[in-house]
């Protein structure tokens, strides 16, 4: 293991491991009920626009700019933790969302699931 390596798996200082177009995974939870609420991708940007303001920003790939959830709808994401995984690169943002999370207004992005090649609803 590098020195880098070790210090970024083991100390105490932030050092996000970007990918090759500058951003990392992150997963939001519902802080209350421990269910995924979607999965985004953020850059050093959001990141300090979320901690900043405590509402989750991300990086929105297809229009290539920070994107701060809930915008237009009202349905934020108050973020009460954030974890960080052991090679910093992903996230888990714990939230208290405002409203559905979901673009099409489920609660979750993950409303479906896969059964035997077909989707199914996920029961709330």
């Known amino acids: 293991m590098s020195p880098a390596d070790s210090t970024r798996e083991t100390g105490t200082t932030f050092l996000p491991k ?9 997963v939001v939870q519902d802080v209350e009920t421990g269910r995924i ?9 959001a990141i300090e626009a979320t901690q900043e303001t405590g509402i989750a920003h991300f990086h929105s790939r297809s229009r290539g700019k920070l994107w701060k959830k809930g915008e237009t709808s009202g349905n934020v994401l108050r973020v009460e933790e954030i974890l960080v ?19 099409t207004g489920a609660t979750s992005c993950f409303y479906r699931k896969l059964e035997k090649g ?3 609803p996920v029961k709330p």
């Open 85 to 103: 995984d052991c090679d910093q690169d992903a996230l888990v943002l714990r939230c208290r969302p405002a409203g559905p999370t979901c673009h």
């Open 37 to 45: 609420l979607m999965v985004a991708f953020m850059d050093a940007e």
């Open 18 to 26: 970007f990918d090759e177009k500058g951003l990392l995974s992150a």
């Open 118 to 120: 077909v989707l199914q």
